[in-house]
């Protein structure tokens, strides 16, 4: 077996591998498997992981996570992700022209997705905290009258931008629990941002030194300051997402250029074994940017 051979194998194992990492990350793939493949997930529940498994299992819980939180249908993932995979097929044989590097583009094409998943997470989230800052300043205006959380929220709540979990307190200190401190707390949990917590932290105290109902006005003065920080990086990161995916562009289209500029050129690239090294090398680190970049992509209150 000559050397752009095994290259070409080399390639093709890796993006088999590469399609059955990814395609695993909807849950809805998983249920063509029926009931053995939960049977083999509690199997290996008991059995001790390797640190590649762990790690493995580390990242698809992330994805399926980013996926769940983006607040679209999973149809709307699958759809999309065969759209790039096949989209990236074709781009990929008519740049390199050699079928392995086209698989590979398609692979790669499979991540396009989670990228857009990842700004659709980001935009989410950032819009559900705008939300609960208002909601918690109506509330806090109102309790600095009233003095009794449960009043301004009975009285407030058609007017909230982010009812859930306020409507839930209500509910549960009025039919369950008459603790405000034990609804207070249990709301918190639910909600889980810094914040918030400080927020609910200032109505407990309040509840025994009403001096201190002002600190929850304060607590969310500072919220709404960090907001604002957020929507200032959220802008310069899409500028840097620009910026980065003109230069993918850019890279991809070299030997689309050689392709037709300059063929010499263009078939040592995807002929000789040096070329189809360089083009390995650029897949690969096209890949573990755009995984470097996921990373970075993250609201600064959650």
């Not at 498997?33 to 509690?42: C, E, L, R, S, Y």
């Not at 590649?52 to 980013?66: M, P």
């Not at 941002?193 to 400080?198: E, L, M, R, V």
């Not at 927020?199 to 509840?207: E, G, I, P, Y």
Request: net charge positive.
């Amino acid at each position: 077996m000559n050397s752009p051979a095994i290259f070409r194998f080399a390639v093709f194992i890796l993006l088999s591998a590469a399609f059955f990492f990814f395609l695993r990350l909807d849950r809805a793939l998983l249920d063509w498997f029926g009931g053995q493949a939960d049977k083999k997930a509690k199997k290996k529940a008991f059995q001790k992981q390797s640190v590649i498994g762990k790690q493995a299992a580390k990242l698809l819980s992330r994805c399926s996570g980013l996926i769940a939180n983006s607040k679209m249908p999973k149809k709307a993932y699958i759809i999309l992700s065969v759209f790039c995979t096949v989209g990236g097929f074709f781009a990929g044989r008519t740049v390199f022209g050699s079928l392995p590097f086209a698989i590979a583009a398609g692979g790669f094409g499979m991540i396009a997705p989670l990228l857009f998943f990842s700004f659709r997470q980001t935009k989410v989230q950032a819009a559900q905290m705008e939300k609960l800052a208002s909601s918690m300043m109506i509330l806090s205006n109102s309790y600095v009258i009233t003095e009794d959380i449960i009043t301004s929220v009975r009285d407030n709540l058609e007017i909230l931008e982010y009812p859930e979990p306020f409507r839930d307190f209500l509910t549960y200190v009025t039919l369950m629990d008459s603790s405000i401190v034990a609804g207070l707390r249990r709301m918190e949990q639910q909600v889980g941002n810094s914040y918030f917590s400080q927020w609910v932290d200032a109505l407990v105290l309040s509840q025994e030194d009403r001096s201190l109902k002002y600190v929850t006005v304060s607590v969310v003065d500072s919220m709404h300051d960090v907001l604002s920080v957020q929507r200032e990086s959220d802008a310069a990161m899409y500028a840097v997402w620009r910026d980065y995916l003109m230069t993918l562009v850019m890279i991809f289209s070299v030997p689309l250029i050689f392709k037709f500029a300059m063929a010499d050129a263009y078939l040592a690239l995807t002929t000789s074994l040096g070329g189809q090294a360089m083009l390995l090398l650029l897949l690969a680190a096209v890949v573990f940017s755009v995984f470097r970049a996921l990373k970075i992509n993250k609201p600064l209150m959650m």
